[in-house]
């Protein structure tokens, strides 16, 4: 029995992929399935705040989901290495806040609505 294919999304706690590639090799997608577990649950720790309103606007895009392609490009990397390591994890993770970031910067410069199906941060809280 072949396994579920990996999938890349974090949207609902789900970690699968949207890129229709057939799985070649199940150790690796078992490898980057679970890394991608551990980096999901690492976001939603890092964009934690004890104060209300930054805490909702950092969630915002880690919740709305998305393809987490640059997480999977560090832990593809890091299987020339020691894929175990904590480091590989944070780095994947500093890769994809600072994604984020840089989509929360997109949406103030052009003034979007919308981002992955959701209101954008300025809409929602403004652009200052």
Same mark, same amino acid.
């Given at each position: 029995? !072949? ?12 970690? /699968? ?10 150790? #690796?997608?078992?490898? #980057?399935?679970?890394? &991608?577990? !551990? ?21 915002? &895009? ?11 490009? /560090? ?9 175990? !390591? ?27 609505? #919308? ?6 941060? *300025?809409?929602?809280?403004? *652009?200052?």
């Amino acid at each position: 029995m !072949r396994p579920e294919p990996l999938c890349l999304s974090g949207k609902d706690d789900q970690v /699968s992929t949207p890129f229709g590639l057939e799985s070649l090799d199940s150790g #690796l997608d078992d490898a #980057l399935r679970q890394g &991608l577990e !551990r980096v999901e649950a690492r976001l939603r720790d890092a964009v934690h705040s004890d104060e209300a309103v930054v805490g909702e606007a950092a969630r915002h &895009l880690v919740e709305a989901g998305g393809k987490r392609f640059r997480p999977v490009l /560090s832990l593809l990397a890091a299987q020339y290495g020691d894929a175990t !390591r904590l480091e590989v994890i944070e780095a994947a993770v500093v890769c994809e806040i600072t994604h984020l970031a840089t989509l929360y910067h997109d949406d103030v410069m052009d003034e979007a609505p #919308l981002r992955r199906g959701a209101q954008s941060a *300025n809409v929602r809280w403004g *652009n200052t």
